[in-house]
């Protein structure tokens, strides 16, 4: 029985699971952020952490009848209050900590878990040097990140003072079950009423709930599909899990962030209630798929496989130079998972299986294993053998529509999907100048200079996102879907080109000598995109 439930009972166990919302991370020692006024057997849960803990400690020993237990008079030299801060943290771990998914300061599990699958946190940073990346953020640009993070800090603060759930009132059928704080109520509520639309907004609604759009995502999507209450997840260690992954996401990164995830999540969804996989998918199958979509990215360093190999960064020696940054999404994220607890209340042989299909699910976003997966969808296709009565097929089909809705950008309508096409290119652009810097070889489409945006995404468009969906395309017909992908595809390649061509064109009246262009689908075609 936990310590705090073995002194104030059970009702204890909700607020205790969220201790650790007053403390941001990345704040300094001692910085005060606003807690709301919560009260729990006599304990005030506006205090800061280590007041908290103080008190806690106090309580506990004076009930052991310990004479540490009274307080201390103000007079107390800073040693005895450093040795209270140490004595706090070893408390924490022992109240708060789980010795069968505890982690190592250097994120490795401890030797309990040996010949178990190792874990990680937080281990992509820096990827060459952290000097570097700070000379290209503007000054304002620290200050407004520590603002978002005060934000959302606030935000789960209001969640856990003002949700339902944590008040006790709990909603007698599982499809009641409230998630959003009157905070989130209004556009961002209505936003979600429409989530499994596809000219779904990630952008919009991300603003709208403060930063916090894959907690808020992922929490609907858990509801509405059942989840929570089939895998009878706690929800204060589900909010706990989905801020780890959302957080461990780089803000920084112009394309592999939480934003990313999120949108990748809500494609996922969108995919997952197509009528072929909608009646057959079991709800582990969707739990799977959601988790997998949300966590794809996690700690991504914004620069790719080959920069981290060419640089000898410590995760591509770690995974040998093969899948590394899906290898590390994979490991962060069965990291997250036992730290946060929330699988440990399921048969150890059924959270192992869960983080092996994750490990499946993520790694088969490496592009570099494109033609693998797309021969053979193709010979299931043509064969026509693809039987979702089978969990080895449902399982590759979850694979196949993970691997669409990471590319998934180019069928985006023209507004998003230009946005997320500069973003991945700003990213890139910012590799190629650290690569310049530091005298290596530009990897490809880095080269600012002559790497242009429309030529990246007629490039990208061309050989891996259309040959993918046509294949998708064949699997879900007749789907509405698809055939509005399809169509955004098209007309964004064409708009690609257009692009391509006043670009080209503009080069050329700078270079008199070189050969005019000419627009794929001729010039007639080309004057008729916007």
């Given at each position: 029985?936990?310590?705090?439930?073995?002194?104030?009972?059970?009702?204890?166990?909700?607020?205790?699971?969220?201790?650790?919302?007053?403390?941001?991370?990345?704040?300094?020692?001692?910085?005060?952020?606003?807690?709301?006024?919560?009260?729990?057997?006599?304990?005030?849960?506006?205090?800061?952490?280590?007041?908290?803990?103080?008190?806690?400690?106090?309580?506990?020993?004076?009930?052991?009848?310990?004479?540490?237990?009274?307080?201390?008079?103000?007079?107390?030299?800073?040693?005895?209050?450093?040795?209270?801060?140490?004595?706090?943290?070893?408390?924490?771990?022992?109240?708060?900590?789980?010795?069968?998914?505890?982690?190592?300061?250097?994120?490795?599990?401890?030797?309990?878990?040996?010949?178990?699958?190792?874990?990680?946190?937080?281990?992509?940073?820096?990827?060459?040097?952290?000097?570097?990346?700070?000379?290209?953020?503007?000054?304002?640009?620290?200050?407004?990140?520590?603002?978002?993070?005060?934000?959302?800090?606030?935000?789960?603060?209001?969640?856990?003072?003002?949700?339902?759930?944590?008040?006790?009132?709990?909603?007698?059928?599982?499809?009641?079950?409230?998630?959003?704080?009157?905070?989130?109520?209004?556009?961002?509520a209505h936003m979600l009423s429409k989530v499994d639309t596809w000219n779904f907004d990630i952008f919009l609604f991300d603003r709208l709930t403060n930063g916090n759009s894959l907690v808020t995502l992922m929490c609907h999507l858990f509801n509405v599909c059942g989840l929570i209450h089939h895998f009878q997840l706690d929800m204060v260690k589900l909010h706990r899990f989905l801020g780890m992954v959302q957080e461990d996401y780089h803000s920084h990164n112009p394309y592999h962030n939480a934003v990313h995830a999120a949108d990748v999540t809500q494609a996922m969804y969108c995919y997952i209630k197509e009528t072929k996989l909608a009646e057959q998918l079991t709800p582990l199958d969707v739990f799977l798929g959601l988790m997998a979509a949300a966590a794809h990215d996690v700690d991504h360093p914004g620069v790719n496989q080959p920069f981290l190999i060419k640089t000898r960064h410590h995760l591509a020696t770690l995974y040998q130079n093969t899948s590394v940054l899906e290898s590390h999404h994979w490991r962060s994220t069965v990291g997250m998972l036992?730290?946060?607890?929330?699988?440990?209340?399921?048969?150890?042989?059924?959270?192992?299986?869960?983080?092996?299909?994750?490990?499946?699910?993520?790694?088969?976003?490496?592009?570099?294993?494109?033609?693998?997966?797309?021969?053979?969808?193709?010979?299931?296709?043509?064969?026509?053998?693809?039987?979702?009565?089978?969990?080895?097929?449902?399982?590759?089909?979850?694979?196949?529509?993970?691997?669409?809705?990471?590319?998934?950008?180019?069928?985006?309508?023209?507004?998003?999907?230009?946005?997320?096409?500069?973003?991945?290119?700003?990213?890139?652009?910012?590799?190629?100048?650290?690569?310049?810097?530091?005298?290596?070889?530009?990897?490809?489409?880095?080269?600012?200079?002559?790497?242009?945006?429309?030529?990246?995404?007629?490039?990208?468009?061309?050989?891996?996102?259309?040959?993918?969906?046509?294949?998708?395309?064949?699997?879900?017909?007749?789907?509405?879907?698809?055939?509005?992908?399809?169509?955004?595809?098209?007309?964004?390649?064409?708009?690609?080109?257009?692009?391509?061509?006043?670009?080209?064109?503009?080069?050329?009246?700078?270079?008199?000598?070189?050969?005019?262009?000419?627009?794929?689908?001729?010039?007639?075609?080309?004057?008729?995109?916007?």
């Open positions: 029985m936990p310590v705090l439930e073995r002194l104030w009972g059970p009702d204890l166990r909700m607020q205790d699971s969220g201790l650790g919302v007053g403390v941001c991370p990345d704040e300094p020692p001692g910085s005060r952020v606003w807690n709301p006024p919560v009260t729990c057997a006599g304990l005030s849960l506006a205090l800061e952490l280590p007041a908290l803990i103080r008190q806690l400690r106090a309580a506990w020993r004076a009930r052991r009848g310990d004479p540490r237990g009274a307080e201390r008079s103000e007079g107390n030299s800073w040693v005895e209050e450093e040795q209270d801060e140490a004595d706090e943290v070893k408390e924490i771990k022992q109240v708060t900590g789980n010795s069968n998914t505890h982690l190592e300061a250097d994120g490795r599990l401890n030797a309990g878990h040996a010949g178990v699958l190792l874990a990680e946190r937080r281990g992509s940073y820096p990827p060459i040097d952290l000097r570097i990346l700070k000379t290209n953020s503007q000054p304002g640009e620290v200050e407004s990140g520590t603002r978002r993070k005060l934000k959302r800090l606030l935000s789960f603060q209001r969640y856990c003072h003002a949700s339902r759930l944590l008040r006790g009132l709990m909603p007698h059928t599982p499809g009641s079950l409230h998630l959003l704080d009157d905070d989130y109520l209004g556009q961002a036992r730290e946060s607890g929330l699988l440990s209340h399921l048969p150890a042989d059924m959270s192992q299986d869960i983080e092996q299909q994750l490990g499946s699910l993520i790694l088969a976003t490496d592009i570099n294993r494109q033609n693998e997966f797309l021969i053979t969808l193709r010979e299931h296709l043509d064969n026509q053998d693809m039987d979702l009565q089978l969990a080895t097929h449902r399982h590759f089909i979850l694979q196949i529509a993970l691997k669409c809705a990471d590319v998934c950008n180019p069928c985006r309508e023209w507004e998003l999907s230009r946005q997320w096409s500069e973003r991945v290119c700003e990213e890139f652009y910012r590799q190629g100048d650290l690569e310049r810097k530091f005298d290596l070889e530009i990897s490809p489409l880095c080269d600012q200079q002559t790497d242009s945006v429309p030529a990246i995404q007629i490039g990208f468009i061309s050989y891996i996102v259309e040959p993918l969906f046509e294949e998708w395309q064949r699997f879900t017909e007749p789907s509405m879907l698809s055939q509005i992908m399809m169509g955004h595809l098209h007309k964004n390649k064409a708009c690609w080109s257009r692009l391509r061509y006043v670009h080209t064109l503009a080069e050329t009246k700078t270079h008199p000598h070189a050969e005019e262009p000419e627009p794929e689908g001729g010039q007639e075609e080309a004057e008729d995109i916007p």
